[in-house]
């Protein structure tokens, strides 16, 4: 089934550490995202990639950072983790830059 | 980013009609997308709005004004399954079409 397959689904991880969140679509979509999830806020976008070879920065990109080496993969890199970097992570991929998006069923990362 | 304004709790009936609200600002708009998340699930896709007017997909209705930057999603004939958030998020293309999402609204069916 084609689909937006993020990996870990979740991970306990000592502050300082560095991580990489793996996002993978095999719909050969244009546009990829990764959102952070936190209680009474909602979405909010850390990075972006309208097509191959390219990334923007979203709302909160601070602490974070991307790669689009291909079409279909997108990581997402903490260099030192920090507890307030304690979210659900949703990865995101649409079609083009203006179509609907469609999610990965999300990361729960825990800094202590 | 855009503001994107929605009630933060709604509470209705089974059976009944619950009406989402969603204000925005944005200088380049280029649709409007509702999406609905069960708790500890991922957002699902459940409509799309670019021109004025009401878009109908079964008991699900979304309508749009862009000159007021103003849209709702319209539930009908609520059932227990349609407890869950609902998300309103819209793009930009003064802001390299960035998706941007509301806080979302719970909207919690009571029998």
């Known amino acids: 089934i084609a689909g937006i397959t993020q990996a870990p689904t979740s991970q306990i991880l000592a502050a300082g550490r560095r991580m990489t969140l793996r996002c993978t679509q095999d719909m050969r979509h244009n546009a990829m995202y990764w959102y952070r999830q936190d209680l009474g806020l909602g979405l909010r976008l850390i990075h972006y990639s309208n097509t191959a070879g390219t990334t923007g920065k979203g709302e909160v990109p601070d602490g974070y950072s991307v790669s689009r080496a291909n079409t279909d993969d997108f990581p997402l890199t903490l260099a030192s983790a920090v507890p307030s970097q304690t979210s659900v992570y949703f990865c995101a991929s649409s079609r083009d830059r203006d179509t609907e998006a469609f999610f990965g069923q999300g990361t729960r990362l825990t800094v202590v | ?111």
Not at chain 2, 12 to 40: D, K, P
Not at chain 2, 95 to 106: E, H
Request: glycine share 10%; aromatic share 12%; charged share 20%.
């Open chain 2, 1 to 111: 980013g855009q503001n994107i304004d929605q009630p933060t709790e709604m509470t209705a009936t089974e059976g009944a009609i619950v009406q989402i609200n969603c204000t925005y600002q944005t200088s380049g708009f280029n649709g409007l997308f509702w999406y609905q998340q069960h708790a500890g699930e991922a957002p699902t896709f459940l409509s799309y709005n670019v021109l004025d007017g009401l878009e109908e997909k079964g008991r699900f209705s979304s309508f749009l004004s862009r000159s007021k930057g103003y849209s709702y999603l319209l539930l009908k004939e609520l059932q227990m399954k349609d407890s869950a958030s609902y998300l309103c998020a819209v793009r930009d293309r003064s802001n390299d079409y960035k998706l941007s999402f509301g806080a979302g609204t719970t909207v919690t069916v009571r029998a």
